[in-house]
């Protein structure tokens, strides 16, 4: 069943006329909740695009026309360094997101430079809602399976390299009683490193999705599990359970 997006239908069109405005842009999509799945009243519309020439200048322009056309509260910028061919931000369209007392209206928007060739895994990122593509820049078509078996294949030789480092730096900062630097290596060594392996078993393609989406990656009951090791006040039985879960997946992939 597609997703709902009504509330977003202001955007929508906006979204649809914004490259009358702004003539760099090339290609325009919604991806996301709103086509992967887990789409709800709180999700935010992701979108995406893709422009000639200066990605910044675009950006600035997309920008400047969300202000004067949509209800913007406010904006967080991201630093411009963290896209190489772009920027990104999100455009608040009501005060206090964290008030989920009502649905949630908000953009995360993406403006980069357009690839020489431009291709979207449909595995990992669903089948974008394409809203602008005249020339049909857009290539639906699975990312290098190589390059992408090479990732996962380090990703299994350092979690196994680094599994009894990872185990000591979390009973030693228990046992120190610790408990900040315990629970953030807890995390990083114990229940991220258990989550990409679980990926690679179970969703090669979005093996490097973190611990998002796995009520919808991973099979049934898993992520209730996952849930179960994260820190509470038995830390010590948890990050045990955590690594001995780990030495059973790397058991099957290796």
Do not use: K
Request: proline fraction near 6%; charged fraction near 25%; hydrophobic fraction near 45%.
């Amino acid at each position: 069943m597609a997703a709902d997006l009504s509330r977003y239908d202001d955007c929508l069109r906006f979204l649809a006329a914004l490259p009358q405005h702004v003539p760099a842009l090339q290609v325009v999509v919604v991806n996301g909740s709103a086509v992967t799945g887990g789409w709800d009243e709180h999700s935010d519309l992701d979108v995406e695009a893709w422009c000639s020439g200066d990605a910044t200048a675009t950006y600035d322009a997309v920008l400047a026309l969300a202000r004067r056309e949509l209800p913007v509260d406010h904006v967080w910028e991201l630093p411009e360094a963290t896209w190489p061919s772009g920027r990104q931000c999100f455009v608040h369209l009501q005060p206090d997101a964290a008030d989920l007392s009502r649905p949630t209206r908000l953009l995360d928007v993406v403006v980069q430079a357009t690839p020489e060739r431009l291709t979207m895994d449909t595995r990992r990122h669903g089948v974008p809602l394409v809203v602008h593509d005249p020339a049909g820049l857009l290539v639906l078509e699975d990312d290098d399976e190589a390059e992408m078996e090479a990732q996962r294949r380090q990703a299994v030789a350092q979690t196994a390299a680094r599994r009894q480092t990872g185990a000591w730096l979390v009973e030693r900062a228990i046992a120190r009683d610790d408990l900040a630097e315990a629970t953030s290596l807890h995390l990083r060594f114990a229940v991220e490193p258990l989550v990409r392996l679980l990926r690679i078993r179970h969703c090669p393609a979005r093996h490097d999705f973190g611990l998002r989406y796995l009520r919808t990656d991973l099979p049934a009951g898993m992520a209730e599990r996952v849930e179960a090791l994260l820190p509470g006040p038995d830390l010590v039985v948890r990050t045990r359970a955590a690594f001995a879960w780990q030495d059973e997946v790397l058991r099957e992939l290796t």
